[in-house]
């Protein structure tokens, strides 16, 4: 759906002139939930840098909403977060493996073995 930009007014999305108005629809505003899904596509880009989890999640979330919207740039921004943030979990969870290996070698370098 999409709004009258001089009264406000609902119209169909192939609505020419606005009923109400009778003002051109050429410069209607379209629907106020896509401006949710804008945020929630950025929220999610940038939070990928910041936290990898949580941009995860926000960019999932504002990838579903730009498929069933059909938005291009919002679906882009959620893929390149969701791509983003997984590179991020694989490496830390790389960096946690390794971390963990080194920690076994130094221990088990440093303990002298028992002899019975």
């Known amino acids: 759906m999409k709004y009258c930009s001089h009264c406000g007014n609902?119209?169909?999305d192939e609505a020419v002139i606005c009923p109400?108005?009778?003002?051109?629809?050429g410069g209607a505003v379209q629907n106020k939930s896509e401006s949710n899904s804008d945020i929630m596509a950025i929220l999610g880009f940038v939070f990928s840098f910041i936290t990898a989890?949580?941009?995860l999640v926000l960019s999932v979330?504002?990838?579903?909403?730009?498929?069933a919207e059909n938005n291009k740039?919002?679906?882009?921004?959620a893929v390149a977060g969701i791509v983003i943030s997984s590179v991020s979990l694989g490496s830390?969870?790389?960096a946690v493996f390794i971390y963990v290996i080194l920690l076994f070698t130094l221990f088990a370098a440093t303990?002298?073995?028992v002899i019975y």
């Open 73 to 77: 740039r919002n679906k882009n921004f």
């Open 53 to 55: 989890l949580v941009g």
């Open 61 to 67: 979330i504002a990838y579903k909403s730009a498929v």
């Open 10 to 12: 609902q119209l169909a």
């Open 111 to 113: 303990v002298p073995p």
């Open 20 to 25: 109400q108005c009778g003002c051109a629809a």
């Open 92 to 94: 830390a969870v790389i």
